[in-house]
């Protein structure tokens, strides 16, 4: 009964902005956003530890995307903002229980379906 759900994908114009949700069925301990456009290997975009002390941007996205997570309702978020074609992606929530000193590289145990981001020049 894992179950990790994202919502907030869509089309958005470039500049412009998107949040993301990811809807958890339990406590993990690691979170965190990977995505994956067409012909391309999927990669860590973001990620948050449990108490949000520890995050981790991809450096294509510093300064433009944030990560949180809102423990008492069990969800992650993804705000995007000045969004980029290239930002373009199937972006997918994944997750992790077992507690992590590093977060960069970590092994996630579970992931959502994936939601669809385009940004239109």
């Known amino acids: 009964q894992v179950q990790l759900v994202e919502s907030g994908g869509g089309l958005v114009q470039a500049g412009g902005s998107l949040r993301l949700s990811c809807a958890a069925s339990?406590?993990?301990?690691?979170m965190g956003w990977f995505r994956q456009a067409p012909g391309t290997e999927r990669d860590l975009v973001a990620a948050i530890n449990w108490s949000g002390s520890r995050t981790f941007y991809a450096d294509s996205v510093k300064g433009r995307f944030a990560i949180s997570r809102d423990n008492a309702k069990n969800t992650m978020y993804l705000q995007m903002n000045s969004l980029k074609s290239e930002d373009t992606a199937v972006y997918y929530c994944a997750a992790r229980r077992e507690v992590i000193a590093s977060i960069n590289g970590a092994f996630y145990d579970y992931w959502g379906q994936g939601t669809q981001v385009t940004v239109s020049s």
């Open positions: 339990g406590r993990y301990y690691l």
